[in-house]
């Protein structure tokens, strides 16, 4: 019998009995390598996520409806803990997604460039906010060599098939002393220990989980050395894919039962959060930025974020 394919994308590990099956009963299949403890969907099981396409028009729709200085403020915090390192310069954004991320780095003082795949998202992205970014994948696009002060991937990483190939080759974008800011869903974090196999995070488009040592040890791998880890919890997450689902199956009286939710969906629901009047929006924002850090500070959450620097030999 032909072996399944299986392979660690973080320490080469390939022999089939050197993995262990974890959480049995997600919705996913995943597995742990047992070399370096790096978690994944493995490469025999993966669907095929067609992310040309990703995003349709309703989705569109109702992310043009969204609140944009919700979005500016969200963005300000991320800006602000980049700037503890780099104070302006030349960032790189890969799968800048709808573009509110690299939008809000332009207006804080850096000089943006970066990628994404879906066509939807990047129409919106250059039409709608005016940035200059490609359209393609990663992996295939010529880039600028040494000339990156901070490359960033917010909620990307999980989702490549390649990891290493990607940090190695921003590694090569960066400047001797850039730095790259990566948030990606933290398996052995805090929300991941409680939820196990009901984690939401756990996706077919997930097939990277990484830990804080699995995330360490990819980035010394691909040329960086790690300043620091801080803890992340969306909270627009938290409301979209654990609130909006506990509702829908309340009033669906749907039990345990999976209830489908479109992208539109979520983002409407999400909208009527933020489209309220603005003395209260201000309150609501102050609010989240103080739970948000209080959150990361106690280190309950389910993401990671990690800054690195570009080591040089
Ligand atoms: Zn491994």
Same mark, same amino acid.
């Given at each position: 019998m032909k072996e399944k394919n299986i392979f660690c994308e973080i320490c080469s590990e390939d022999k089939i009995d050197n993995f262990t099956e974890i959480l049995p009963n997600a919705k996913v299949k995943?597995?742990?390598?047992? /070399?370096?403890?790096?978690?994944?969907?493995?490469?025999? /099981?993966?669907? #095929?996520?067609?992310? *040309?396409? =990703?995003?349709?028009?309703?989705?569109?729709?109702?992310?043009?409806?969204? @609140?944009? =200085?919700?979005?500016?403020?969200?963005?300000?915090?991320?800006?602000?803990?980049?700037?503890k390192f780099k104070k302006s310069g030349n960032l790189y954004?890969?799968?800048?997604?709808?573009?509110?991320?690299?939008?809000?780095?332009?207006?804080?003082g850096f000089d943006v460039d970066g990628i994404e795949i879906s066509e939807t998202m990047?129409?919106?992205?250059?039409?709608?906010? @005016?940035?200059?970014?490609?359209?393609?994948?990663? =992996?295939?696009?010529? &880039? #600028?060599? *040494?000339?990156?002060? &901070?490359?960033?991937?917010?909620d990307?990483?999980?989702?490549?098939?390649?990891?290493?190939?990607v940090l190695k080759k921003a590694n090569r974008m960066l400047k001797d002393d850039g730095i790259i800011v990566i948030q990606v869903p933290q398996i052995d974090s805090k929300v991941a220990k409680i939820q196990k196999e009901k984690w939401p995070m756990?996706?077919?488009?997930?097939?990277? =989980?990484? /830990?804080?040592?699995?995330?360490?040890?990819?980035?010394?791998?691909?040329?960086?050395? &790690?300043l620091k880890f801080k803890t992340s919890y969306e909270l627009k997450l938290f409301l979209m894919f654990t609130v909006l689902p506990l509702l829908k199956r309340k009033k669906q009286k749907a039990t345990d039962k999976e209830v489908s939710i479109s992208g539109s969906e979520r983002q409407n629901f999400? *909208?009527?959060?933020?489209?309220?009047p603005k003395p209260l929006l201000l309150l609501g924002l102050f609010a989240h930025d103080v739970a948000y850090n209080f959150l990361s500070c106690i280190n309950f959450g389910e993401e990671i974020i990690v800054i690195a620097r570009k080591q040089t030999v």
């Open positions: 995943l597995v742990k390598c047992n /070399s370096c403890g790096f978690v994944f969907i493995p490469q025999h /099981s993966r669907e #095929k996520i067609e992310y *040309n396409n =990703y995003r349709d028009e309703e989705v569109l729709k109702s992310v043009r409806a969204a @609140n944009n =200085y919700v979005r500016f403020r969200r963005h300000k915090l991320r800006i602000k803990l980049i700037k954004d890969i799968g800048v997604g709808w573009g509110h991320f690299a939008n809000t780095a332009e207006k804080l990047h129409h919106y992205a250059t039409n709608d906010l @005016n940035l200059k970014i490609d359209r393609g994948s990663f =992996y295939e696009i010529p &880039v #600028k060599e *040494n000339f990156y002060d &901070v490359i960033t991937l917010w990307v990483l999980e989702h490549l098939e390649r990891p290493l190939e756990l996706s077919v488009e997930h097939l990277n =989980y990484f /830990s804080k040592s699995t995330i360490k040890f990819g980035l010394e791998k691909s040329g960086f050395k &790690v999400f *909208n009527k959060f933020t489209n309220i």
